[in-house]
């Protein structure tokens, strides 16, 4: 067979042969999907706390609190906006044998995730800021308070709670240790457990 002959054999076989799936045009999307997604909005704060509770989960587990990658440990992590106070917090709790559930304890790992929060920031009391600038802020600075990074800081909390384990959970005397700060704190306070406020008095 002549050269010019295969050529055209070739590509009678091609023309003839089904086209594949990704050269077929797909439908087009719910144009109800479409307008949701585009006309809900999203803010800063949930933007930010959303930022923040995946480097929360980084943290977690790049200290292996989690006890590694199986897990096992049972760590609770994530952001919370507390409405009372209008307060953000970075909120980690873990499961703490015994003695070891003392505020010691506590805020040295508090120390180990703020130092990990904080690592790519610059050092000094500049660091908190522009790490929670990056998280919170927009790409533009219109309407952004002047004092914007210092009032986040004082905004966002990292809160660590060692937790009584499911096998103490009816040791008499057993209970949970708290310790929180801010982010320009190297070390946390500790934090009573939070109690409902007493009824009001009523009138005679």
């Known amino acids: 067979m002549a050269g010019w002959q295969r ?7 091609l023309a003839l042969a089904p086209c594949p799936a990704w050269a077929q045009q797909p439908a087009a999307v719910d144009p109800q999907l479409y307008q949701y997604l585009a006309e809900t909005p ?89 790490y929670l600038q990056r998280l919170f802020g927009a790409d533009t600075r219109s309407g952004r308070p002047e004092l914007f990074g210092d009032m986040l800081v004082e905004m966002v909390l990292l809160e660590v709670t060692l937790r009584v384990p499911e096998a103490e959970n009816f040791t008499q005397g057993a209970k ?21 406020p007493p009824p009001a008095a009523t009138a005679p």
């Open 7 to 13: 050529w055209m054999a070739l590509g009678l076989v």
């Open 42 to 130: 999203v803010t800063l704060l949930e933007w930010g706390m959303l930022r923040l509770g995946r480097d929360m989960q980084a943290a977690v587990t790049a200290l292996s609190l989690d006890g590694g990658r199986n897990g096992t440990a049972k760590v609770k992590t994530g952001t919370l906006f507390r409405p009372f106070d209008r307060r953000v917090v970075a909120y980690v709790s873990l499961p703490v044998a015994g003695k070891a559930r003392n505020l010691q304890q506590c805020q040295e790992i508090y120390g180990l995730l703020r130092e990990h929060l904080l690592a790519g920031a610059p050092g000094g009391l500049s660091g908190p800021p522009w």
């Open 176 to 196: 949970n240790t708290i310790c929180a700060g801010k982010l320009d704190q190297e070390q946390a306070a500790e934090v009573q457990p939070w109690r409902p």
